[in-house]
């Protein structure tokens, strides 16, 4: 690529935060460079400041967070000089963010073509009566199935790659000249990931945009960054061309992350899978679950999210749920654990039919199978602190007594890689890995008997992703707990699952062990699933 001077120029950069127990230094005199044109990405562990960064750049610091020094030059202004007035009119046109979390960046009372008709109206881009058109056109090229139906959805009638996509519509609504993506595909199956990506390097090498993408997927780093910048500390530690960085690391931090990355070849973590004979923990029969939605000329219509779902799980077994944002494989395990009740179909624990469970027999139920949240955030008690979170099963369910729980907290904390010193903090406080822990630690607490894990590791950098699923992995070996492991990252699921099931459409198309569907997998949706996975099997 011909090298242009930067649109993007940072100098010194310094973020601190205001918190509770003091100042928290966040970035630490970073330099970075982003030209016209290219693809820079931002990568390193969770807490590492590359997030900070990015909201830096836009004006956007959480509360309590400031820039202590440093310069951000766009286009000829410095942007760390520049009043909220001003910042605003140079956001969206300018600069287009798509931030990370969608449950905390979408309005929830709002329509999703509203929200995207707002930015388009906020800068003159569409007048009320022609930004119609362009909603639709943007959720579209965002990847948004039928966006004339999801433009008249609340976000939380959408999955969680579905509400991704609306915040990459919003980004993409004023053709800004720089796309901040912080994490933007880090909730989305591999196909979409794929579209939403081509579609960034598209707008980078046909119409010069420029992209700083900020990621701990280091497989779509090497994929589509023509720079990769590694950030540890609040620092950058090594930036080069990807293809040198990938091929001949020279810091050791460099070479730890590459070496965590999860790959499709790589040898499961996974224990033997429980002995054949055994009866299921847990059977689904016909699981079936329909929604109403939004009246149209034909009357009232239903959404049919999950379709005769049969699934099987055994006493130490992990059967991992795949398939595309949509496909029905969140709703499925919100059914299995009765957070929603089902249209149709049985579901069995140990053999006995807990479908019409209620009242104490429900509660007890509770205890033995717990969930962990795709989105941390939304799910954890914004005014508790970690120790009150992760305790508080404890405490309901009358677990040990003050010093028995503040051991078994300490321990659960120690399990996740969260050091003491987060037990005072609240969720607004740790980064976006760090509250997936949390959550992780919290539905560990009453030792269950099978936990469903909803994108456990969506949100963690490559390293901490592997130490959680070896904690996972030695958890299951120990105490013969059951997973229900729901994700779109197969390279993940590769090396924690003895079975996997593919879902597409609410139904199930292919379920065999993991070792057969990896090696030949029959369906071919299954085969395009694989084909899309970013990075492929590099030698990194």
């Given at each position: 690529?011909k ?47 590359k ?21 951000i030059?766009f ?34 009372v ?29 959720l ?28 990459i ?5 004023g ?52 720079r990769?910048a ?42 033997p899978?429980p ?19 939004p ?12 379709d ?17 944002s949509?496909?029905g494989?969140?709703?499925?395990a ?10 149709a ?15 104490t ?10 969930l962990v ?37 300490a ?27 949390v ?18 590791v ?12 070896r ?9 013969g ?41 029959v ?18």
């Amino acid at each position: 690529m011909k090298k242009n001077s930067p649109l993007l120029s940072l100098r010194g950069l310094r973020v601190s935060y205001h918190t509770r127990t003091g100042l928290l230094s966040a970035v630490r005199g970073v330099d970075l460079d982003v030209a016209p044109g290219e693809i820079v990405a931002l990568v390193g562990e969770s807490g590492s400041g590359k997030s900070t960064t990015a909201h830096a750049i836009s004006g956007l610091l959480p509360p309590g967070g400031r820039i202590d020094a440093g310069q951000i030059q766009f286009g000829g202004l410095d942007l760390a000089a520049l009043s909220e007035k001003a910042l605003r009119a140079v956001r969206g046109t300018g600069i287009g963010l798509i931030p990370q979390d969608p449950a905390v960046s979408l309005n929830p009372v709002q329509r999703i073509g509203t929200q995207v008709a707002e930015v388009l109206r906020i800068h003159h881009l569409a007048t009320r009566r022609t930004a119609g058109d362009k909603v639709l056109e943007l959720l579209a090229r965002a990847g948004l199935p039928d966006p004339g139906v999801q433009a008249r959805r609340h976000p939380h009638e959408l999955s969680g790659g579905m509400r991704q996509r609306a915040l990459i519509a919003i980004a993409l609504a004023g053709d800004p000249r720089l796309i901040i993506a912080d994490e933007p595909t880090s909730a989305l199956d591999v196909t979409v990931q794929q579209s939403i990506l081509d579609h960034l390097q598209t707008l980078a090498r046909e119409s010069g945009t420029a992209v700083l993408l900020v990621t701990h997927d280091l497989g779509v780093a090497a994929d589509r960054a023509d720079r990769i910048a590694v950030m540890s500390q609040g620092r950058i530690v090594e930036c080069a061309p990807a293809d040198r960085l990938l091929g001949a690391p020279r810091e050791a931090y460099t070479r730890q992350l590459l070496s965590a990355v999860p790959r499709l070849d790589a040898s499961p973590i996974a224990p033997p899978p429980p002995a054949e004979g055994r009866p299921p923990l847990l059977e689904t029969e016909h699981l079936t679950k329909d929604y109403p939605l939004p009246h149209s000329a034909g009357g009232p219509r239903l959404l049919r999210a999950v379709d005769g779902v049969d699934i099987t799980v055994h006493r130490g077994e992990t059967v991992a749920l795949v398939g595309e944002s949509g496909s029905g494989k969140s709703t499925t395990a919100r059914l299995v654990l009765r957070l929603t009740p089902p249209t149709a179909g049985r579901i069995r624990v140990d053999g006995e039919d807990v479908t019409e469970f209620r009242g104490t027999r429900l509660r007890a139920l509770r205890r033995r199978a717990q969930l962990v949240y795709q989105n941390p955030y939304g799910s954890l008690d914004p005014r508790l602190t970690v120790g009150d979170i992760v305790g508080e099963p404890l405490r309901a369910f009358r677990v040990a007594d003050r010093a028995g729980r503040a051991r078994r907290v300490a321990g659960l904390l120690d399990r996740v890689a969260l050091p003491a010193t987060v037990l005072g903090r609240r969720p607004a406080e740790l980064s976006g890995g760090q509250r997936q822990r949390v959550a992780i630690a919290r539905a560990l607490a009453l030792s269950p008997d099978l936990v469903v894990c909803d994108e456990p590791v969506s949100a963690l950098d490559v390293s901490v992703q592997e130490q959680i699923l070896r904690l996972l992995a030695e958890l299951q070996t120990d105490t013969g707990v059951a997973f229900l492991f729901v994700s779109h990252d197969l390279a993940v699921v590769r090396q924690i699952a003895h079975r996997v099931v593919v879902m597409r459409s609410g139904r199930v198309v292919e379920s065999a062990p993991a070792d057969d569907l990896f090696r030949a997998p029959v369906h071919p949706y299954t085969r395009d699933l694989l084909a899309a996975v970013p990075g492929g099997t590099p030698a990194v």
